[in-house]
């Protein structure tokens, strides 16, 4: 079973009937998913949630078999929240394209699991359009985003993560994910989540471990000494079970790590100006609504630096010549 072409035209006509102002997207200045998707802090949890994700077989496989991400990891991350974004904080139209687009990706990206993982036989067909497979990605969204929040910046209250899991249920019809398919409340969705986990369906495989010692490697030597600290932020997120299936230490030394860095971001995080704070997709939907055309230079000079940061030389010299023209054309 996948999510069809159809099946989404139909959740995406659930979406536009939803919305109270295209201009504004899916959410809009003062929801809850905009207060907390602002939050570039969110990324401190963005590893784990990559890794969680990748604990899904299909998911796992399909990376495998399918993406550029080891020839071209900075443009898979920038074309993957690019249309996160646009579909967060994108006018309706753009969000609408986003989906179309994933789902059309999706579409391409099936094959069949050459080894027994998670309960399934070798053998086993597997879509990136599966409903499962699409619940799962977005469960770990949203709970690594409410985790990130509530480490850094401060707890929800019941109420705003029940308002935030509600809005989610908007970025899952983007998915062709119905009503009837997602858990109905946040209480649901902690059982579906933990349960998950629990049941033995979510294991890192040996594609799943072979691409997460990829993404933990340092791109750059420089940034090794970073990218060792993300490495323990990243194990300290992670599900105690799936720390271990992925091979990841996490002892005393981590957890001290880990502990006073979170007290260090408690502090300082939530005294940047917001500007350093929050992501571009949100000061640029901000200035759309506003009205004002002008573009952000220090934000454009911002992702210049990060893409120059996240080269990997050693996989582009054993690409050879050619791998910038072919990562370009894909």
């Known amino acids: 079973m996948t999510v069809t072409r159809a099946d989404l035209e139909l959740c ?12 504004a997207g899916l959410y809009g200045p003062g929801s809850t ?20 994700q990748l604990a899904h077989p299909f998911v796992a496989q399909g ?13 898979r991350f920038l074309r993957t929240f690019d249309n996160v974004y646009a579909m967060i904080f994108g006018t309706l139209d753009q969000a609408v394209a986003s989906a179309r687009r994933v789902h059309s990706i999706h579409g391409r990206v099936t094959g069949v699991i050459p080894e027994a993982a998670c ?75 933990e349960g998950m986990i629990a049941s033995g369906r979510i294991a890192p495989s040996r594609a799943a471990r ?42 005393e030394r981590e957890r001290r790590l880990f502990e006073s860095s979170i007290r260090a971001l408690r502090h300082v995080y939530p005294r940047l100006p917001a500007r350093l704070r929050f992501v571009p997709a949100y000061a640029e939907a901000e200035r759309r609504i506003a009205g004002d055309v002008t573009v952000d230079l220090l934000h454009r000079m911002a992702a210049r630096a990060v893409r120059r940061a996240m080269r ?5 010299r054993a ?8 990562r370009a054309a894909s």
């Open 63 to 75: 990376v495998a078999d399918h993406s550029a991400t080891r020839e071209d990891t900075l443009g």
């Open 312 to 316: 990997r030389p050693h996989v582009e």
């Open 210 to 251: 072979d691409m997460a010692a990829f993404l933990l490697e340092p791109p750059h030597p420089a940034m090794d000494s970073v990218w060792r600290w993300y490495a323990v932020m990243t194990a300290a997120l992670l599900p105690p079970s799936l720390r271990e299936g992925f091979g990841l230490r996490f002892d």
């Open 12 to 23: 995406l006509d659930r979406v536009r009937a939803r919305v109270r102002d295209p201009r």
């Open 319 to 326: 690409l050879g010549p050619g791998a910038r023209r072919t």
């Open 33 to 52: 998913t905009w207060n907390v998707g602002r939050e570039g802090g969110l990324m401190l949890a963005g590893g784990a949630a990559a890794l969680m």
């Open 119 to 193: 309960g399934l036989p070798a053998g086993t067909t597997y879509a990136a359009n599966d409903p499962g497979a699409l619940l799962w990605v977005h469960a770990t969204l949203i709970a690594n985003a409410v985790r990130a929040h509530e480490l850094i910046i401060r707890p929800l209250t019941p109420d705003e993560r029940e308002i935030y899991y509600e809005e989610s249920k908007r970025f899952a019809l983007l998915f062709g994910l119905s009503d009837d398919v997602v858990p109905a409340d946040w209480a649901a969705f902690e059982r579906y989540y």
